[in-house]
């Protein structure tokens, strides 16, 4: 079960980080080549939009760099530290949860996870060999 809450991690983190580069290096986000969305960004961009936001401004572009930074972080620190890991990942993966397409899956499969008796289980001895 870790190695799928890792996994999604490193994949979620990833994407957003490739995104974001793409975005800021070549000057467009990854989007669809052909069809009737071809040339737009995912389905976040009319909320962005609706809400007055440029999405090509390069400040937007910025935007997908940091929720990667922190999961990549967050994946670092569930390898090396369990415990903080836990409550990093837990965060991103409930902030991600909106994200269409990709995010409402991986998300609440990461989440799923992290609750589980096995994962919660290592980062609540954290707690109790701090306790004693």
Known sequence: MKW???GSALFQGG??????GCALVIGDYVTLTSGPRAGQPGPRSRIGSAVGFELRRTSIKCLPLYPGIAWLFGLAAFVICPRTGWWIVLCCGIARLGYLPMGPLLSTAAVALLLTRQLRSSWWEGFSEHDQ
Do not use: K, P, S
């Not at 994407?15 to 974001?20: E, L």
């Open 15 to 20: 994407w957003f980080m490739f995104d974001g």
């Open 4 to 6: 799928i809450v890792l």
